[in-house]
């Protein structure tokens, strides 16, 4: 497993952007497919966007052409750059990693065995 950090949240008008940071520790992280994940109040946890080593991506169609996922395999960082932020974007974002080379359509958070602590994103109007 590898361990999570997230970074980034905060408060944000209608139309802003924020940019998260998800620091990974611990096994090889080229052979882990990211992603970030949100928990809005009294919903469900939803996946925004996955990645995987050769920075294949896939969205949210929620977000999509709002957010861009990006990792440096390197630094084992992956990125969550939101822009043009909206009040249903409001949530605790997650980032978190599997095991594996294919990013999924639609991915299941069941599916990952490693989380961050979650960071919060608030978007007011």
């Known amino acids: 497993q590898v361990q999570l950090v997230e970074s980034g949240g905060g408060r944000v008008q209608a139309g802003g952007s924020l940019r998260l940071s998800c620091a990974a520790s611990g096994r090889t992280f080229s052979n882990y497919v990211m992603a970030w994940f949100r928990q809005a109040p009294g919903k469900e946890r939803e996946f925004v966007a996955n990645?995987?080593?050769?920075?294949?991506?896939n969205y949210a169609d929620s977000v999509k052409g709002r957010f861009t996922i990006s990792r440096d395999n390197a630094k084992k960082t992956v990125d969550l750059q939101m822009r043009s932020l909206k009040p249903e974007d409001t949530a605790v974002y997650y980032c978190?990693?599997?095991?594996?080379?294919?990013?999924?359509?639609?991915?299941?958070?069941?599916?990952?065995?490693?989380w961050g602590q979650g960071t919060q994103v608030t978007v007011s109007s």
């Open positions: 978190a990693a599997r095991y594996g080379s294919i990013p999924l359509r639609l991915e299941n958070g069941a599916d990952f065995g490693s």
């Open positions: 990645i995987n080593w050769s920075s294949y991506t």
